[in-house]
């Protein structure tokens, strides 16, 4: 262990911090699996004052830190690999309190959505912020990336529910931000500040979610579609006739690789694109009484559908374990690609703006990219398309990645174009970098930068990801 590492440990002598090979292989990397890691060494503190000791240590000793959660991140935001410190938050994973009147559950940061999940549901109450990772990602990773998922059309991204939060400056000091107050009009909310900085700023050791009331029964309805044109009218009649909690969608090439990988597949034939509805069986907000049938206004719309010729096939869940299986044919995309080692792109536009979008896109790929398999699939109520290319037979890593490179620089055009973002809900980390100027102004961007080098003057928090100084 060098010098510097050896003081670490002496001043925190009950610190578990690790140079094992497996460890830094194992904390240096995310999803993205595209750059080697390489850390100094993986500490993972237990306490907050701990955390301030090493973060102070970090700067006396002029060595960078990523924090850490857990690295289920699509975009490079928890990779280290130019020999940082990994701070890991894994230990520091408790539920601390929660408070009946304020609807506020108090966690440490390391603790998995499932686990933050479970603790509302055990009151009764609800932590609407979900997605596929949720057994392995980490409310602190989860508040850095204001991570969106499968609900954000009904209750938004994470940054709606965090009504407070706790987080260690470069500085070592611990700010206490906004304390679970609804109402607090005294300068700048330096909690949204954090949500959503990519480990940046400092270090997120807790946070005060809000609860809601738990969701009302629902049904799941899988909806085949005869082409990507048809997404849009159906997207407008759901949401004119159902009260929806998701609506997903995915391309056969997406279907394919979860059959692959072992999901029952949920029609006979084979259809370009599916939509996944989820809608509230009773609608309480319903005109009339016979309005308060989810059920028979959803099969009522799939009959519309048909006759317009925007549905050629679905199926409707009857049970809990319906709608898991048709929840696990949309979930099971990243897990079902990640073999094939996948280029993501997660966009983001106005959601009227996408039609328009994916004719222009897909006319691109058919035309300059025509080995490449394309996976379109995503979350079409929020306006998010995650991309997922795989590389063709015989084609080199290296040019593969130019070539993907090559797509994410005019799929950036395009989305300056329309006013969209080039990171809807995994990050810019390192692997959008390079476009950031593209979805964001550069003042935005001279704002950006001067808050960091305020804030981090040292540069000591994730260094190299987001923004260079
Ligand atoms: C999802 O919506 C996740 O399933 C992952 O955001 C998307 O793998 C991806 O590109
Ligand atoms: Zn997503």
Request: with cysteine.
């Amino acid at each position: 262990m060098s010098g510097a590492l050896a003081a670490l440990q002496s001043a925190l002598p009950e610190l578990p911090l690790s140079t094992d090979p497996g460890d830094l292989d194992h904390y240096g990397r995310d999803w993205t699996r595209r750059w080697p890691p390489a850390p100094l060494a993986v500490a993972r503190p237990g306490r907050i004052d701990e955390v301030q000791a090493i973060v102070r240590w970090a700067g006396e000793q002029a060595i960078a830190i990523v924090p850490s959660g857990g690295r289920t991140g699509l975009s490079g935001g928890a990779v280290a690999a130019r020999g940082e410190l990994v701070l890991s938050l894994e230990r520091m994973n408790k539920v601390l309190a929660f408070d009946a009147i304020d609807r506020t559950l108090s966690v440490q940061a390391g603790i998995t959505l499932a686990a933050a999940q479970q603790a509302a549901g055990a009151q009764d109450l609800y932590y609407p912020v979900d997605f596929a990772a949720r057994g392995s990602c980490t409310i602190g990773g989860n508040i850095a990336t204001n991570a969106g998922g499968i609900r954000v059309l009904r209750h938004g991204n994470t940054r709606e529910w965090v009504a407070g939060l706790k987080a260690v400056a470069a500085d070592g000091s611990l700010l206490d931000l906004n304390r679970g107050l609804v109402k607090n009009a005294s300068g700048y909310d330096l909690r949204h500040l954090l949500i959503g900085s990519e480990g940046t700023l400092g270090v997120i050791v807790e946070a005060s979610l809000r609860l809601t009331a738990p969701p009302p029964p629902s049904q799941v309805m899988l909806l085949a579609l005869p082409e990507l044109a048809a997404l849009m009218p159906v997207f407008k009649a759901c949401r004119q006739r159902l009260s929806l909690s998701a609506f997903e969608f995915f391309t056969d090439r997406a279907l394919h690789h979860v059959l692959a990988a072992g999901a029952q597949a949920p029609f006979a034939d084979s259809h370009p694109v599916h939509a996944l509805v989820e809608f509230d069986v009773d609608d309480d907000d319903a005109q009339s009484d016979s309005d308060h049938d989810g059920q028979a206004r959803a099969l009522a719309l799939f009959e519309h559908g048909l006759e317009q010729g925007w549905i050629a096939d679905g199926v409707i869940s009857h049970s809990q374990a319906d709608a898991a299986a048709l929840w696990r044919l949309r979930e099971g995309i990243t897990e079902a690609l990640a073999p094939h080692r996948p280029y993501k792109n997660d966009i983001s536009m106005r959601i009227s703006a996408i039609p328009g979008f994916m004719t222009q896109i897909q006319a691109l790929f058919a035309r300059d990219y025509p080995g490449f398999d394309v996976i379109w699939f995503g979350h079409i109520g929020d306006g998010n398309l995650h991309i997922n290319i795989l590389p063709p037979e015989r084609m080199s890593g290296e040019d593969f990645l130019a070539r993907c490179e090559q797509v994410t620089g005019q799929l950036s055009r395009a989305l300056a174009a329309c006013g969209g973002s080039i990171s809807a809900e995994h990050g810019i980390g390192l692997v959008k970098k390079p476009w950031l100027g593209d979805t964001r102004s550069a003042a935005e961007i001279a704002w950006m930068r001067a808050m960091r080098t305020a804030l981090d003057p040292a540069g000591l928090f994730n260094p190299g990801k987001l923004f260079d100084p």
